[in-house]
């Protein structure tokens, strides 16, 4: 799967961006895609994930929640981050990944670490967050 990220940059504290992935066809029925981000100095962390239930099930980290909100255009085979009221900590740079899955039921935790071995990545689309 090939991954292309696109609208990060530089926003004050309190702003808005989004973010674009763009994918190509996946060759499983079952797939999770989502984002993870690296803030300076700091290991990758897990941001926003859609799972592989027909439902359309979403993680968030507990640091965005409320304020990022993950959605996906199945027809152009793009998922978005939106986010909202943006802190300082927020500036990181963020990754889009994906993983194709060989069955559909996972538990968040194991599904985010499978990522590590399994996932392919975009190139990664910087946001700072600065006044």
């Known amino acids: 799967v090939q991954l292309v990220e696109s609208g990060g940059g530089l926003v004050q504290p309190g702003g808005s961006l989004r973010l674009s992935c763009a994918a190509s066809?996946?060759?499983?029925?079952?797939?999770?895609i989502g984002w993870f981000r690296r803030a300076p100095g700091k290991g990758r962390e897990g941001v926003s994930f859609?799972?592989?239930?027909?439902?359309?099930?979403?993680y968030y980290a507990d640091s965005v929640k409320g304020r990022f909100t993950i959605s996906r255009d199945n027809a152009k085979n793009t998922v978005y981050l939106q986010m909202n009221n943006l802190k300082r900590e927020d500036t990181a740079v963020y990754y889009c990944?994906?993983?194709?899955?060989?069955?559909?039921?996972?538990?968040?935790?194991?599904?985010?670490?499978?990522?590590?071995?399994?996932?392919?990545w975009g190139q990664g689309t910087r946001v700072t967050v600065s006044s």
């Open positions: 990944a994906a993983q194709e899955l060989p069955y559909g039921t996972w538990k968040w935790d194991v599904l985010i670490e499978r990522f590590q071995a399994y996932g392919s």
């Open positions: 066809s996946f060759t499983r029925p079952y797939y999770a």
């Open positions: 859609f799972g592989t239930s027909r439902d359309g099930s979403t």
